[in-house]
């Protein structure tokens, strides 16, 4: 913890990426294992095209497949493949 201020009912806690990285992937294997969750890349891209729509609208064509980014790169790839 690096600072808490109990009166404005505040706290800040500073953590390493490998510490958030680990807190992310016990909540997963929490989630799949009481709720036998298993995501599959298809539902997922279809949650973030629903959900974040006009975030992402430039990132997608209309048929699905990924538009090249506005500075002639293609887009990260987040699903690593």
């Not at 929490?30 to 279809?46: E, I």
Request: charged share 30%.
């Amino acid at each position: 913890m690096l600072y808490q201020d109990d009166e404005q009912n505040i706290t800040i806690w500073v953590k390493s990426w490998s510490q958030v990285i680990d807190a992310c992937k016990r909540r997963l294997q929490f989630f799949q294992d009481k709720l036998n969750y298993q995501p599959d890349r298809d539902s997922s891209l279809a949650h973030l095209r629903k959900t974040y729509a006009k975030y992402l609208a430039e990132l997608f064509t209309s048929d699905g497949d990924k538009a090249e980014g506005g500075d002639g790169r293609p887009p990260i790839d987040c699903a690593g493949e």
